[in-house]
């Protein structure tokens, strides 16, 4: 049962970094008004996101615009959500995968080996899904691409201070999901079994015993 409980675990780290994924692409906090040096601290805070921009006034009061036109948005918001969503359907995808080669599910139990074939599919799938090193397609290259451009604007001594925007919660958000999913289907990969797993030893019969058979003939 070691194994299943190490698949059991990459599963559900895997799952969470899905939940999460999908929480830091509709999340507006991706980048938030700084105030940071001579910066005057005003009582409306901005907020920007993939799919809509708010500003939060002190009183509590929170005002929301979705994007009008997909074509005149920046295009590091454009690739964001192409990744974003990408990394999503991956993920999506490698659960599902990761369901049937899971040993606690009954699919494919005559075949151990198919079942750990699959299982070690669904891993690759998740590591995909969260690592950028092989596909530079998704949620960790995601993140970190929009991240890397907060920080040019931010130094860039053009851009004006009061225009100027940090690290938002969901760049957290989907940092922690992106590693989630890498460690999640690291342990699905690293719970291969072997090809014997699935048949039963067998022992050659010995030699007194055969000749113990031969007596009562």
Not at 95 to 108: D, R
Not at 160 to 184: D, H, K, M, Q
């Amino acid at each position: 049962m070691a194994n299943a409980g190490v698949q059991l675990l990459g599963f559900s780290l895997g799952f969470l970094g899905f939940i999460g994924s999908i929480a830091s692409t509709v999340m507006v906090e991706w980048k938030a008004s700084s105030y940071a040096g001579d910066n005057i601290i005003t009582a409306q805070a901005l907020y920007e996101g993939l799919w809509k921009s708010c500003a939060s006034q002190s009183t509590g009061q929170v005002q929301c615009k979705v994007y009008d036109s997909l074509l005149q948005l920046p295009g590091i918001v454009v690739g964001t959500r192409g990744l974003m969503l990408a990394a999503i359907l991956l993920c999506l995808i490698a659960i599902l995968v990761a369901v049937v080669g899971m040993k606690c599910t009954t699919c494919l139990t005559d075949q151990p080996e198919q079942k750990d074939k699959v299982a070690l599919t669904g891993g690759i799938i998740l590591i995909i899904a969260g690592d950028p090193l092989e596909t530079r397609l998704l949620a960790l290259v995601g993140t970190s691409w929009y991240a890397n451009r907060i920080a040019q604007d931010f130094y860039d001594p053009f851009t004006p201070t009061n225009s100027r925007y940090e690290f938002g919660s969901a760049l957290f958000v989907g940092w922690g999901a992106a590693f989630l999913i890498i460690i999640g289907g690291a342990f699905l990969c690293c719970n291969c079994g072997k090809k014997d797993s699935g048949k039963a030893l067998r022992y050659p019969r010995s030699n007194a015993a055969s000749n113990a058979g031969k007596d009562y003939v």
